[in-house]
């Protein structure tokens, strides 16, 4: 333990670089590689991130006992904005907030693991370790340009830059793994592109009768979770989601099946991804209920 915070004592601005370049590489990698969307709320987040990567690897190399300062304006704004995304997310508490109201929705889940992590979530979490580390490093007024032989230290170009290659060659060989997948898929064809277009009746398999009060609940529920991708109207939005007016996937599957490639989502490497967009699991919003999505799929039929 002690020979643990002596380490850190003496690496905590490394740890802060490191953190700052995963979360780099890492946002990239999912809007990139993976085909998320960032909203509003992440670009902010990324201003505050990405100049960290230069400024701190350029501190350490310049032994500069004031990085600290320098760091916290950016990662403290950066704990609170990811921090209020999260709750944005998660919670009800900031309903009605003004932000995001264009583009992708600012609540929209793109991950959600274990049920709780989201992009936010890793964001506040680099931030928090960013800030912890400039406290530590402040308390211990590390790094010193001298010794104690009053020697000047030499500059750690193999330290900074062996956490930079590191972090750069894990991402690296993500990205063209990830990019690889991506060109098969749209090498595949299109099951949809053989299918003749039938604008037939809509089938209702399950039977159930659409009564008003579900489709109101459906209606809203799509406004708030569904709109800012498919459009208010249903007819889809340029670089987001497709049309869904009239569709044919909706008037050839029944509610259980619709229910299951909605909760699913759409990833780029899907052989069924027609848009090469990705459509998020359960359409960003993990917390609706399966009545919940059918009453949002009665509304989509109407
Ligand atoms: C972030 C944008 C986004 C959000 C939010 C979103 N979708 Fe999608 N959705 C897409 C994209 C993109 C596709 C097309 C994927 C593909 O190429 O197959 C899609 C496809 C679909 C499909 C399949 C349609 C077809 O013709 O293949 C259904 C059904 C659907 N979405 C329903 C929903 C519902 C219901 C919601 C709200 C709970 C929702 N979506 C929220 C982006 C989104």
Excluded at 123 to 136: D, E, G, K, Q, W
Excluded at 187 to 208: C, E, H, K, R, Y
Excluded at 231 to 252: H, I, K
């Amino acid at each position: 333990m002690e020979r643990f915070s002596l380490w850190l004592n003496r690496n905590s601005m490394y740890v802060a670089l490191l953190a700052a370049l995963i979360a780099t590489c890492g946002s990239l990698y999912f809007s990139e590689v993976r085909g998320y969307v960032p909203c509003v709320l992440c670009w902010y987040q990324r201003i505050l991130m990405y100049p960290l990567t230069g400024v701190i690897a350029v501190g350490l190399l310049r032994r500069d006992r004031n990085l600290p300062y320098y760091i916290l304006p950016f990662s403290i704004y950066g704990v609170g904005m990811s921090g209020y995304h999260y709750l944005l997310e998660k919670t009800d508490l900031f309903a009605g907030s003004a932000a995001c109201a264009q583009g992708v929705s600012c609540t929209t889940q793109w991950i959600n693991w274990f049920g709780f992590v989201t992009i936010p979530f890793l964001a506040f979490t680099a931030f928090l370790i960013i800030t912890l580390m400039s406290v530590i490093a402040l308390l211990n007024g590390e790094p010193a340009a001298e010794d104690e032989e009053g020697e000047r230290l030499r500059t750690p170009w193999l330290q900074v830059s062996g956490v930079v290659v590191a972090v750069l060659a894990v991402f690296a060989a993500l990205f063209i793994s990830g990019s690889s997948g991506q060109a098969a898929a749209s090498a595949a064809p299109s099951p949809f592109a053989t299918m003749a277009v039938t604008p037939g009746p809509q089938i209702l398999i399950d039977g159930a009768v659409s009564d008003p009060a579900t489709l109101a609940r459906g209606e809203q529920l799509y406004l708030q979770s569904c709109a800012a991708c498919h459009g208010m109207d249903g007819l889809g939005v340029t670089n987001l989601g497709n049309q869904l007016r009239n569709s044919e996937f909706l008037a050839n599957n029944t509610d259980a099946e619709v229910l299951a490639v909605i909760r699913q989502g759409r990833e780029l490497n899907d052989p069924l991804n027609t848009t090469g967009l990705v459509m998020p699991p359960s359409g960003g919003r993990p917390d609706l209920s399966d009545a919940d999505i059918l009453a949002i799929i009665q509304y989509m039929r109407q």
